[in-house]
């Protein structure tokens, strides 16, 4: 039987292996695409974005936008939440 502390280890191996697995391998992004929304890793993200539909590909885009405006600091997470509830209000509207 396992003694806890090894057991503890193999779990925080475990997670990080499925971990790194999720991130950093090109078949597993092939087949989650953005379902788990987008991926960290830019590599990955370049070879998964091609295989998305057009419209998957705006939303890829426009998240990134927003995601480098809250990184450069030019918008708040919350401002960069509000701007694109507004937008996709605004889409569903027909605006």
Sequence with gaps: MEQPDECLRRQRTDAAQLLNY???NEEAAKVIKLDRG???NLDIRG???PLLDATKQQEAVYLDRQLFEVLFGRLSV???AKAFT???NANLAGN
Excluded: C
């Design 47 to 49: 070879k998964v974005l």
């Design 86 to 88: 507004a937008e996709v």
């Design 22 to 24: 999720l991130v950093n």
């Design 38 to 40: 987008m991926q960290a």
């Design 78 to 80: 919350e401002e960069a």
